[in-house]
């Protein structure tokens, strides 16, 4: 398996609360990327990354902000969370554009 | 509307039955990815398909990539409760940076 270790596995908050959740890769790949997965939406991208301080936004970036001071790391920030922003999220990597993406096992997050 | 129809969203069959799930576009893709997701995890990659009516086998899996690249197909032969998860296909946005756009997924279940 790919070295991906997300952090924390599982988080339960309140509204307006910031939250910054961490993506950790032991492969050295150049490309991170930040996904939410909620039920009738698929996996749909955030953010992502493709070196150390280049990063962009994706399809649903609003409410989020994003990090990379080292290649190994990768995170995600909700500035003030809100209820809509209770989802799985899923941070991937890849070695190129056009390498496949290895996942990790997920951030289920509750904002209440 | 979404680039990519997945259908159908839901699968119930029993141990042993074949079964075929569907990816459809109007749009045009230079290539194609099929994953797997099951609980808890991060998807998997099962196969990418590149050329048009292109069809790729995993073991018991077939892949099958439109004439014209629009559409893609997985067709299951024997079905195992193994089979078990979501299965969900996802282009590239066509950039160089590996964006990836994700249909909603099949969920299947395979009884035994």
């Known amino acids: 398996d790919a070295g991906i270790t997300q952090s924390p596995r599982h988080k339960v908050t309140e509204t307006g609360t910031p939250v910054t959740l961490r993506c950790h890769q032991t492969?050295?790949?150049?490309?991170m990327y930040w996904y939410r997965q909620d039920p009738g939406h698929g996996l749909r991208l955030i953010h992502y990354?493709?070196?150390?301080?280049?990063?962009d936004k994706g399809e649903v970036s609003d409410g989020y902000s994003v990090s990379r001071s080292k290649t190994e790391d990768f995170l995600l920030t909700l500035e003030s969370a809100t209820s809509s922003q209770t989802s799985v999220y899923f941070c991937?990597?890849?070695?190129?554009?056009?390498?496949?993406?290895?996942f990790g096992d997920g951030t289920r997050l509750s904002i209440l | 509307t979404q680039l990519l129809e997945q259908s159908p969203q839901f699968l119930s069959i029993q141990e042993g039955e074949n079964l075929t799930v569907y990816c459809n576009s109007s749009s045009v893709f230079s290539s194609l990815q099929w994953y797997r997701q099951e609980p808890g995890e991060g998807p998997v990659l099962l196969v990418t398909v590149v050329t048009g009516g292109e069809v790729k086998k995993l073991k018991r899996l077939t892949f099958q990539f439109g004439d014209a690249r629009k559409d893609s197909s997985l067709h299951i032969t024997a079905a195992q409760p193994g089979d078990t998860g979501l299965y969900l296909c996802a282009v590239d946005r066509g950039s160089t940076l590996g964006r990836l756009y994700f249909g909603r997924g099949t969920q299947l279940t395979v009884w035994p």
């Open positions: 492969e050295n790949h150049r490309y």
């Open positions: 991937a990597i890849s070695g190129g554009a056009n390498q496949p993406q290895h």
């Open positions: 990354s493709y070196g150390v301080k280049d990063t």
